[in-house]
């Protein structure tokens, strides 16, 4: 049984999953049992799409489009990845992290280094190499399955406070505090 190394997001520019490509492509040979799903549809596919087939990577790389349900994806999903430019709120890495799935992402990338926690949820990666950089946390995290479980598991707490119902308290004490005023 092999391993899946996991993106979900709309394939927009600031997305980079250009990035994420290269990235694999470089591991490839080193980790024949991984293969990477990509979740998401949006302009730049078959952009994306050319750049798998250029690296030869057909068979390791899958698109899986936009899908109804995401939740069976982070089930199958070993290692979650957000190589983004910017998030809002990284919501597809929150989820992943819910679901025990440690996440790679980048340092500089608002969002992504405010849910990914270096060393404790996941690893943030640095560098002028983008492409090098998330090869580097990568192939750190799938060489090491261990360390890969260590960070799953203290995932869930770690969005804890993302939660509906952590949300819901909160927002019932603001408008009890603002009734009472």
């Not at 996991?6 to 293969?35: N, Q």
């Not at 349900?69 to 430019?85: C, K």
């Not at 943030?124 to 995290?141: F, K, N, Y």
Request: with cysteine; hydrophobic share 45%; charged share 25%.
């Amino acid at each position: 049984v092999g391993h899946v190394l996991l993106s979900v997001g709309v394939l927009r520019p600031e997305k980079r999953h250009d990035i994420l490509i290269a990235a694999f492509a470089r591991l490839a040979d080193r980790f024949p049992d991984w293969t990477l799903r990509i979740v998401g549809d949006g302009p730049r596919r078959r952009e994306l799409e050319r750049q798998v087939e250029e690296a030869k990577l057909e068979g390791r790389v899958a698109f899986a489009g936009a899908v109804p349900d995401v939740a069976p994806e982070y089930a199958v999903g070993d290692l979650f990845v957000i190589p983004s430019s910017y998030e809002s709120f990284g919501l597809a890495t929150a989820e992943a992290l819910a679901a025990g799935v440690p996440a790679v992402g980048f340092a500089d990338c608002p969002g992504t280094n405010e849910i990914i926690h270096d060393g404790v949820n996941g690893l943030l990666m640095s560098g002028a190499d983008r492409v090098e950089a998330l090869a580097q946390g990568l192939a750190t995290l799938m060489s090491d399955e261990e360390r890969r479980a260590g960070l799953g598991s203290a995932g869930p707490a770690s969005v804890a406070k993302y939660s509906v119902e952590s949300v819901a308290d909160q927002w019932e004490e603001l408008l009890r505090s603002a009734a009472s005023s």
